[in-house]
């Protein structure tokens, strides 16, 4: 089991975990963090959604949705953000692989006082794509925040009404890569 897979994948010797009685993969005998070797693992496609929503004034909102925000284009930027880190999440998250990514899709859906950042990330090869999935979307919504932070904050220089909150990781697919030789 590696940084990018839960508990229902495979373990070393092919049996299912159920997460509960897990052996912590992470670690040596020492108790030293390591790196675990998915070198023999078959490619298997894999597929991950994640989501969360970022909590605005309606009037943050509405200056999105009528793109007068001062800094920009608010979800283009994000969603560049977005795409960004989940190409890097290998850098910013120890012990998780760097993977091929092979599609990145974002999706917001900007209500009355809130913008929701859906991110599915595929890939093909050894180890999962949810922690990328994840980062896309904590890093899009860090995006939101930054780019309408003069709107939202007060005049003391606070964000009573901002927040991210309901990330979590919606769906989680892998499927054994075909032998195409």
Not at 39 to 45: F, L, V
Not at 51 to 65: F, M
Not at 71 to 88: C, E, I, N, P, Y
Not at 104 to 122: I, R
């Amino acid at each position: 089991m590696t940084a990018d897979e839960d508990a229902t994948d495979e373990d070393a010797v092919g049996e299912e975990t159920d997460g509960a009685e897990a052996e912590l993969t992470h670690v040596d005998e020492t108790g030293d963090v390591q790196m675990v070797d998915v070198g023999s693992k078959p490619d298997s496609h894999r597929r991950a959604v994640a989501r969360g929503t970022i909590h605005l004034t309606e009037s943050t909102v509405g200056a999105i949705r009528d793109d007068e925000i001062g800094k920009g284009d608010v979800l283009a930027t994000a969603r560049v953000g977005a795409v960004q880190a989940v190409k890097h999440t290998w850098e910013t998250i120890p012990m998780c692989h760097q993977i091929p990514i092979t599609n990145v899709d974002t999706d917001f859906d900007v209500s009355v006082d809130a913008v929701q950042l859906t991110v599915t990330v595929e890939t093909t090869g050894k180890t999962g794509c949810e922690m990328e999935a994840l980062e896309g979307v904590t890093t899009g919504l860090n995006v939101v925040w930054d780019m309408v932070k003069a709107a939202e904050k007060t005049a003391d220089g606070q964000y009573p009404e901002t927040r991210i909150t309901d990330v979590e990781v919606l769906t989680k697919e892998k499927r054994r890569a075909e032998n195409t030789a």
